[in-house]
């Protein structure tokens, strides 16, 4: 059917194309193999087996989406493909927060908290997105139920779309903050500024697709569709199916496949604790952050601010207390993971 044309009984709106998810679900599906490789090859499951896993999800959701173009009018296939669709992006940033966190444990001595609390406090917040996004979907599509629920549904969504973008923003500048003090230093290896492009590429693509959905959602927040609307009064974003296609599918299928290309784990070492030293030429084995507070303290207040008002320093300078400890002459080249290049290798710009 022609795109942007109204279709009756369609959930969609229009007669979903049949040939665009197959592709789609293909394409994720080879990325999903491709990130449990990696992870296999650099053994790095704890650190980003969440790829293939998000990956996944986009196949389940493609396949649902082409189940549903030939069924448009199932509601139940409708709703679960959006709740897929909509779940697995910000699984995509958890893995982000992963990456930014091993590049603190990399750089210590630049790290504005300590980089375990990275993912913890921005895990936290993504998982409080994620159940927002998907009860939000599924409250919001499904229009069998009474309008107060929909209702619900698209706070639901508006709250997730606003936080997620909010959480995007705050940690972009605290990779930036960390960025311009290893610059200012003079500290800027080749792995690192590599596994650093790739976060600010990779955090841009879901910026703009979740820019994209908070449009979207924002130009339709009041609508409520009744028998006698009129379709053609919807936004545009609704009821023209490329927009789906170029600002959420292609724009995650260029993400995965980013990471696949420069994976975080060709650059920097699986143990957390060998770090680079202050020379930018040398890895460390060291002891590793120490956080003794309780964890949960640590998610409450991940810069130790209770700690820096009673003149606390949370930061135990331990590359500067262990330099006895470096292995052969300094350098810790036999517990690094193999690499697909020299680009592992550290070295000053």
């Known amino acids: ?17 049949k040939g665009a998810p197959v592709i789609f679900a293909v394409l994720f599906a080879i990325s999903c193999g491709w990130h449990a490789w990696q992870c296999i090859r650099y053994k790095c499951w704890r650190i980003t087996g969440i790829l293939p896993w998000s990956a996944l999800i986009f196949v389940a959701g493609y396949s649902l989406r082409e189940f549903g173009a030939f069924h448009y009018d199932k509601l139940n296939v409708f709703i679960a493909s959006l709740v ?26 630049h790290s504005p908290l300590h980089p375990g609390r990275v993912f913890t406090t921005f895990g936290l917040l993504s998982a409080i997105v994620e159940a927002l996004n998907a009860n939000g979907a599924a409250y919001m599509a499904n229009s069998s139920l009474p309008k107060s629920k929909q209702d619900i549904g698209r706070a639901l969504l508006k709250t997730a779309l606003v936080l997620q973008l909010v959480i995007l923003g705050i940690f972009i500048a605290l990779a930036l903050w ?41 130009s339709t927040i009041d609508i409520h569709y ?37 994976h975080t784990m060709r650059y920097l070492p699986r143990d957390n604790a060998i770090y680079l030293a202050e020379d930018g030429v040398t890895q460390v ?57 020299a680009e592992a290798e550290p070295g000053r710009k």
Not at 244 to 258: D, G, K, R
Not at 286 to 293: M, N, V
Not at 298 to 315: A, E, I, Q, S, Y
Request: include cysteine; charged fraction near 20%.
């Open 226 to 262: 009744t028998p006698g609307t009129d379709p053609n009064t919807l936004s545009p974003l609704l009821r023209y199916e490329w927009f789906f296609y170029i600002f959420e599918s292609s724009l995650m299928v260029l993400n995965t496949y980013l990471l696949n290309f420069r």
């Open 285 to 341: 084995q060291g002891p590793g952050y120490q956080d003794k507070r309780l964890w949960l303290v640590t998610v409450v207040d991940p810069f130790d601010l209770h700690g820096l008002l009673r003149g606390r320093n949370l930061k135990e300078r331990f590359w500067e207390t262990h330099k006895d400890e470096r292995k052969g002459g300094g350098e810790v080249k036999s517990v690094l993971q193999p690499t697909d290049g």
């Open 1 to 17: 059917m022609e795109d942007g044309k109204y279709v009756d009984g369609s959930f969609y709106f229009y007669a979903p194309n």
């Open 84 to 109: 897929m669709v909509y779940a697995a992006p910000p699984l995509y940033e958890l893995s982000n927060y992963f990456t930014l966190s091993r590049i603190l444990y990399y750089i210590p001595y």
């Open 178 to 218: 960390f960025h311009r003090c290893c610059l200012k230093a003079g500290l800027m290896p080749h792995n690192l500024a590599v596994v650093l492009q790739t976060l600010y590429i990779s955090s841009t693509l879901i910026g703009i697709r979740t820019i994209f959905r908070t449009v979207e959602f924002f």
